[in-house]
């Protein structure tokens, strides 16, 4: 009798902890999806902000210096949080970020280059 109730415990307290480990697991997963996208964003905006520097109105504005190297500091934060899921990135998602990262950088460069050829008319 004492055999049963405690395989009935045991069995109730595996039930539970493989409930727990995998509401733990749909976490990790969507962190990990999502962290991707995040360096993305975050990626996108320093190649933004540091093109923005480089324009000759703004050049060697302290404000704008010291937001890049913020926003350079917060990418290498997230790409350091970025290495502990590694392992959960799929290949073919590293790629596409890859190459959308590299689409950006291309669109901002050309974004600049057109604003930097405008003149004004005053």
């Known amino acids: 009798m004492f055999i ?17 480990v995998s509401r733990i697991l ?12 995040l360096f993305l964003t975050t990626k996108a905006f320093q190649v933004f902000v540091k093109n923005m520097y480089s324009m000759d109105s703004f050049h ?12 350079k500091e917060v990418n290498e934060e997230i790409s ?3 290495d502990i ?3 959960t990135l799929d290949a073919e998602l ?21 604003a930097g050829t405008r003149r004004r008319n005053s």
């Open 26 to 37: 749909q976490k990790f997963m969507f962190i990990s999806d999502n962290m991707s996208d």
């Open 4 to 20: 049963y109730i405690v395989l009935i415990i045991s069995l109730t307290l595996n039930a539970l902890l493989g409930w727990y």
């Open 85 to 87: 899921f590694e392992d």
């Open 80 to 82: 350091n949080f970025r």
């Open 60 to 71: 060697g504005e302290p404000i704008i210096q010291e937001l890049v190297i913020r926003i």
């Open 94 to 114: 590293e790629q596409e970020l890859e190459e959308a990262l590299n689409a950006e950088e291309e669109e901002q460069e050309k974004s600049l280059f057109y």
